[in-house]
């Protein structure tokens, strides 16, 4: 909008409120993280940007339905659905989560506000995967509830860790040190929380001199040989990284044969003669170890799914990767839209953005440089007059976007959300939290949300 003078974007969102993963994918205890409302709050006052929240495009209303009212079309909707391990007992056991439902659920997310996670059912809690999202659940259950108390937690999360029995923490990963995927401040705030010790890492797994290895895994394996200033004997709880380790089962015990007890891993170990590399490979072994684990969570990544109705675009979409097929800018690709059998062209006015683009991966900074390459190229091909949706027929009368499809979105019985809308919702929220002492006290399901604009 700030390169085109005429252009109007509507966003829309199934939730009735904004902000995504960082409103429910973010730590509480990380809210410098979320200052990046500020600039989606400055867009958004903007007279050519419609926010349309509480409308499920695909199932509220078509994706068809939107085509002649728009000259392009931009995904950005992210990965709703766990990666799964497919694993014995993952199915069938209680006190098995995924990371994603656990966040979701301390966060507010409407999705998982009954997830009631069991975190009274004994003291052993394994976090199987090794990103930062791995470590925010680990953090989440070795800290003091006092701690929390002033962020945006849920209230309903802070009772249910203020009861819990966690004291071990194990963050597992299939891979050595120098190749898990953690940040080195995700590992210095676990090192640094009162009373929670760090269990030492086999010295053997980091290298002898450091001092050759790159800047960041330098630090990265100075940090994790320190460990915690809080020793074994004087902490309250205490976690661990454990390395090399594939899962492959989820075991119940004879006293309670519907919930894990304990989950087995063979061993791994690095492949190749470099384990300093960090995309070194592993390889499986036979030998077989078995940790104890009154809960689960699996923190594997997360994965997108189509939208109904994008068959009817001609939109393909690649299950396998859980992304849509698209050139290194975002312009959605297609074999049929080639000019040879072979070759792939981009679907006129349909473009992606972010983890559909790209997968699962990087941090929100890295997502909204994604989202500046897609909007980039959207406009060089506007500029470059290429073609758009609805080129050569469809009457310009049409594409009135929303101004348009609310008469549509009205006749379904839908209540849509405007900003406007969200900030009453904004507003209700913060007060709520002044009342706890908090930042905000969020909504956790639509129909509060809705209930207070009447």
Known sequence: MSRLDNAVVDMYEQLPVPYGLVRFGVAPDHPEVKNCQDKFAEVASSPRFNFIGNVDIGRDLPLASLKPHYDAILFAYGASKDRRLSLPGEDTLKGIYSARAF???????????????????????????????????????????????????????????????????????????????????????????????????????????????????????????????????????????????????????????????????????????????????????????????????????YKSESIPGMEDLGIPFDDNLGIIPNDPYGRIITSAAGPGELAAGHLPGLYCTGWVKRGPTGVIAS???????????????????????????????????????????????LRSVSWADWQKIDAAEKERGRERGKAREKFSSVKQMLEVLG
């Open 103 to 301: 966040v979701g659920w301390y966060n507010g997310l409407p999705e998982y506000a009954d997830l009631a996670p069991e975190l009274d059912a004994g003291e052993e809690a394994v976090v199987i995967g090794q990103g930062n999202v791995a470590l925010d659940v680990a953090r989440t259950l070795l800290s003091g509830v006092d701690r929390l108390r002033t962020t945006d937690i849920t209230e309903q999360a802070l009772a249910a860790l203020a009861k819990s029995t966690i004291k071990r923490v194990r963050v597992v990963g299939r891979r050595g040190p120098l190749q898990a995927s953690f940040t080195i401040r995700e590992v210095r705030e676990l090192m640094t929380l009162p009373a929670v010790s760090f269990e030492p890492i086999d010295p053997t797994l980091l290298p002898s001199d450091p001092s050759k290895l790159p800047r960041s895994q330098k630090r990265l394996s100075q940090l994790l040989s320190k460990g915690s200033s809080t020793s074994l004997a004087g902490a309250s709880k205490s976690w661990s990284l454990n390395f090399l380790l594939s899962p492959k089962s989820f075991n119940g015990s004879n006293e309670a044969v519907d919930h894990i007890s304990s989950i087995t891993f063979a061993k791994t170990k690095l492949d190749g003669s470099d384990h300093s590399d960090p995309k070194a490979k592993v390889v499986t072994t036979d030998e077989l170890t078995t940790i104890p684990s009154s809960l689960a969570f699996k923190s594997i990544g």
């Open 367 to 413: 997502t909204m440089e994604d989202a500046f390459a897609s909007a980039e190229a959207i406009l060089k091909d506007w500029e470059g007059n290429a073609l758009f949706l609805n080129a050569g027929g469809s009457s310009p009368s049409l594409k009135m976007g929303w101004d348009t499809l609310k008469e549509e979105a009205a006749s379904k019985g």
